[in-house]
């Protein structure tokens, strides 16, 4: 009896070690699995130095591609970055920008220009830069003008153009719209940001603002390193050895990569134009709360199991069992660098094979060891992938994957400042597209919240929105049946859309009935 409630503790222990475990980040996960077999990972044996001279540096991997990407398509604003924060409360417009300026000053990739100097491309740090920060009164505006002025500004400030080589990188308004209520939109190229800087940027506002406030001094440490210590030390790491082994993985594992065929509505143009629209999606809270239950069930992540839905969802609609998506990694797996501003998302080509009609839990492990396997070889940058396979270039598509899916997970920092409210909105529609599709997930109080963005020159809106229904319905349909395989799902999704199409033609005969009701009421008007 003894062992046996020995055992049971046992196995109670072993259950709640892989439910945590299964809640780790991916990269989390691929580092425990590295220390517990006894191997340590060299980007951890040393810290990254600061650099001994200033002014210019090398540009890292991923400001590289950004830089050629630019000199590509100068017109575009598909890399811009917006930030909308809406403030509650009495604002001091003076210590905002002061905190804004703060920032600057301490990071150095906001004071960053590009320049070609002695045939190679460099990053310009200026020494010191300070911003304005222009206000716009729409306080006497009627609430639906208000709004709509809202929208033209916002438009017209994210699809203002950068210089790189002129800079600044970053642009800040902010709108008066009420009494006691702003909206401050900070704008950035993605050469000197991503989706993380944005946690790190306004973490560090409410800081200063919280400090400046009260007359105090910052509280903030001053960082370790600046971005360009990055790039430099990232250079000389990336070399060797280290390098050789992360491209023979890569060669490999992209061998006789695929090109998904998505079914279109328009023919794909020779050149892509970049233009896009966005939909949203809004999974229902115990749907949401049910998919987690089953990735902690199944031990993986919570972005295994989208991506695995996700590419059901593909295989569905171009026939193809080898499925390629890209995903994003935050690549700041380093304590130096997870407080910095700068360009350190790096991108992951997730090649899964969905072949002889495998389960929905099949499907789940061929997804966690494809993806745990890339995770374990991040390190080589994009750029780097790309130049390594010498591909050839086409001005169609983007190489490599042209759908992405990305679950957002960067750390958000607590908002709160005496007597003001503060909430991060979501992301401004620029208009433009890098993609045939990006589908973003992020959790919030309410459920999964979805984003897809998609390419107007190849997809109508009316597709899309029949996608993400159907997304919707796999999502439903394995949190019930993980053990459905491949083709029992697609049969779900086949009889809702007959349903769809009945119902559909029902609507149009009843829009023709009300017609013909209401030629026969004119006409027997008339003849009265």
Not at 394 to 422: E, H, Y
Not at 457 to 486: C, G, N, Y
Request: charge should be neutral; include cysteine; glycine fraction near 4%.
């Amino acid at each position: 009896m003894t062992f046996r409630n020995d055992s049971i503790s046992f196995e109670q222990k072993k259950d709640e070690i892989s439910r945590r475990r299964s809640q780790l980040s991916v990269v989390k996960q691929t580092l425990l699995k590295k220390r517990l077999c006894g191997f340590e990972s060299n980007t951890q044996l040393q810290l990254i130095p600061r650099r001994s001279q200033r002014g210019s540096a090398p540009l890292s991997f991923a400001q590289q591609r950004m830089w050629f990407l630019y000199q590509l398509e100068p017109n575009s604003a598909a890399y811009n970055q917006v930030a909308s924060i809406h403030i509650t409360g009495s604002l001091d417009l003076a210590v905002l920008e002061q905190s804004l300026n703060e920032i600057v000053r301490r990071h150095e990739a906001l004071r960053t220009t590009f320049a070609i100097a002695e045939g190679e491309s460099v990053q310009i740090i200026a020494p010191a830069l300070t911003i304005t920060l222009p206000r716009v009164d729409l306080r006497k505006l009627p609430e639906v003008e208000r709004e709509q002025e809202v929208q033209r500004r916002t438009t017209q400030e994210v699809q203002q153009l950068f210089d790189l080589e002129q800079g600044p990188l970053l642009r800040s308004i902010l709108l008066h719209l009420s009494e006691t209520e702003y909206l401050l939109q900070i704008t950035m190229h993605h050469i000197i940001t991503d989706g993380w800087t944005w946690g790190v940027l306004v973490r560090e506002l409410v800081a200063l603002y919280e400090a400046f406030s009260i007359g105090k001094p910052s509280t903030l440490p001053e960082l370790p390193i600046q971005y360009a210590d990055f790039a430099i030390w990232q250079r000389q790491w990336l070399a060797g050895e280290v390098l050789e082994t992360q491209v023979a993985y890569w060669k490999q594992q992209l061998h006789n990569l695929p090109t998904l065929q998505l079914p279109t509505d328009r023919p794909r143009p020779t050149v892509q134009a970049f233009r896009g629209a966005r939909q949203t999606l809004m999974l229902p809270k115990a749907l949401s709360q049910e998919l987690k239950v089953l990735s902690q069930q199944e031990g993986i992540t919570l972005f295994m199991l989208l991506l695995a839905a996700f590419k059901t969802l593909l295989h569905w609609y171009t026939d193809q069992d080898d499925i390629v998506v890209g995903t994003d990694v935050a690549n700041r797996n380093r304590p130096e660098v997870e407080g910095l501003i700068g360009f350190f998302v790096n991108q992951l080509v997730l090649r899964t094979n969905l072949s002889g009609n495998p389960t929905f839990r099949e499907l789940l492990g061929r997804v966690r060891d494809c993806t745990l396997s890339a995770y374990s070889h991040q390190d080589l940058p994009f750029e780097k992938l790309l130049n390594a396979l010498k591909l050839e270039r086409t001005r169609s598509r983007m190489p490599l994957f042209q759908v992405k899916l990305v679950l957002q997970n960067a750390p958000l920092p607590p908002l709160d400042i005496s007597g003001l409210t503060v909430n991060i909105l979501d992301e401004v529609e620029t208009g433009e597209t890098k993609l045939d599709l990006y589908l973003e997930l992020r959790e919030t109080e309410q459920g999964l919240k979805g984003l897809l963005e998609y390419d107007t020159d190849l997809f109508d809106a009316s597709s899309i929105t029949r996608m993400l229904k159907h997304f919707e319905i796999i999502l439903a349909s394995v949190v019930t049946q993980p053990d459905a395989e491949l083709n029992q799902l697609e049969e779900i999704l086949k009889k809702t859309d007959k349903q769809q199409q009945m119902l559909h033609k029902i609507k149009q005969k009843e829009v023709f009935y009300q017609k013909l009701k209401n030629v026969q009421r004119k006409v027997i008007s008339e003849n009265l």
